[in-house]
């Protein structure tokens, strides 16, 4: 990996672009705020602005650079050296390394080993780091915000900034006992971050920054050469069918929500509260509804069933089990 005096080196006339993909509230902006804030030169970050909700997929861009010039882009990224991905249900959802540069490195808070990981995103060229942020997250912060971690994972592959530098951005951003949790939490993410450099990728090329025609967008998906009025997502119904109700808000949440027939008594409430009509009913011989489940791929987990349940008949399980760390014994290279 590459050392903090040839990365200096490297930033007199180059840029190192970073890209966060997380979901909404997950504070992926907030850790693009830190990098620039952490960082010893010059630094430029972003959003993309869309049509953003808690749980919804977001993505944040920075720039570095000792070259004040060459931080003058406000454009998103497309080429990016290092993708740091907060939640591992983007992978199935978000084309989380398009552009990554060859030799480039993906970071994600994720339980899978790192030679699965290449396999899901389909890339043998790139380098790979796993941090198991949620378990450090709910463990040093009690809750699943995990931008911070991620940067400390960040640092252990890559050293764009000092860990006291680092620190003091956090410091300064949030206060007393926050701040504390924070920097004990990348601390501990530096020291539990599994790292896979892929043997035979290419030495990263710190000069590319240029935008990759169309890698943003699919030529041939629907809804790509006619674009409807309305603001419908898709208009070819002899393609996909149309309406919300074909998008995967289930994967929004961060808890598998648990239906216990056993104990239900049907008194509907949780069919009432729910704001995604994610609750499962269905009508009865007896001519009165019952309740039959939870849609799990609509349910974004706002947990507003099991705090109405009167008798306890819905709990939750988080999503991400425990890490089972890092490469298979067969295989080389990680570390």
């Known amino acids: 990996m590459i050392t903090p005096e040839q990365l200096k080196e490297v930033l007199e006339q180059s840029v190192i672009n970073l890209r966060f993909h997380a979901r909404g509230g997950q504070g992926g902006v907030t850790a693009s705020n830190l990098c620039v804030e952490a960082f010893y030169g010059y630094g430029v970050c972003q959003p993309k602005f869309g049509a953003e909700r808690m749980g919804s997929p977001t993505e944040?861009?920075?720039?570095?650079?000792?070259?004040?010039?060459?931080?003058?882009?406000n454009e998103q990224v497309y080429a990016p050296h290092i993708v740091a991905v907060l939640d591992p249900s983007l992978l199935g959802e978000i084309d989380v390394v398009a552009g990554l540069a060859p030799g480039g490195w993906?970071?994600?808070?994720?339980?899978?080993?790192?030679?699965s990981l290449q396999?899901?995103?389909?890339?043998?060229?790139?380098?790979?780091?796993?941090?198991?942020?949620?378990?450090?997250?709910?463990?040093?912060?009690?809750?699943?915000?995990?931008?911070?971690?991620?940067?400390?994972?960040?640092?252990?592959?890559?050293p764009i900034f000092s860990m006291d530098a680092l620190a003091n951005a956090i410091m300064s951003r949030f206060k007393g006992s926050i701040a504390a949790k924070n920097v004990e939490a990348i601390k501990r993410a530096h020291e539990e971050t599994c790292i896979f450099e892929t043997g035979?990728?290419?030495?990263?090329?710190?000069?590319?920054?240029?935008?990759v025609p169309w890698q943003q967008v699919s030529l041939g998906l629907p809804g790509y050469k006619e674009l409807d009025d309305a603001g419908v997502w898709y208009c070819d119904e002899d393609v996909i069918e149309i309406g919300s109700n074909q998008v995967n808000t289930g994967s929004w949440g961060e808890w598998d929500i648990l239906w216990d027939e056993e104990i239900c008594t049907d008194c509907a409430q949780c069919w009432y509260i729910c704001p995604d009509f994610a609750i499962i009913r269905e009508k009865g011989e007896d001519g009165l509804w019952h309740m039959k489940g939870i849609d799990q791929y609509h349910c974004k987990s706002c947990q507003n069933c099991l705090e109405i349940c009167p008798v306890d008949a819905i709990s939750k399980r988080l999503k991400q089990g425990p890490a089972a760390c890092a490469v298979p014994e067969d295989q080389e290279g990680g570390n």
């Open 200 to 211: 035979g990728a290419p030495e990263l090329d710190f000069s590319v920054d240029t935008k």
């Open 106 to 115: 993906l970071i994600v808070n994720t339980v899978l080993d790192q030679i």
């Open 119 to 158: 396999t899901v995103v389909n890339r043998k060229d790139i380098n790979i780091a796993t941090i198991d942020a949620l378990n450090i997250a709910m463990d040093v912060l009690g809750r699943n915000i995990t931008n911070t971690i991620i940067l400390g994972a960040i640092l252990r592959v890559i």
């Open 60 to 73: 944040s861009y920075v720039r570095l650079s000792a070259n004040v010039d060459l931080v003058r882009n």
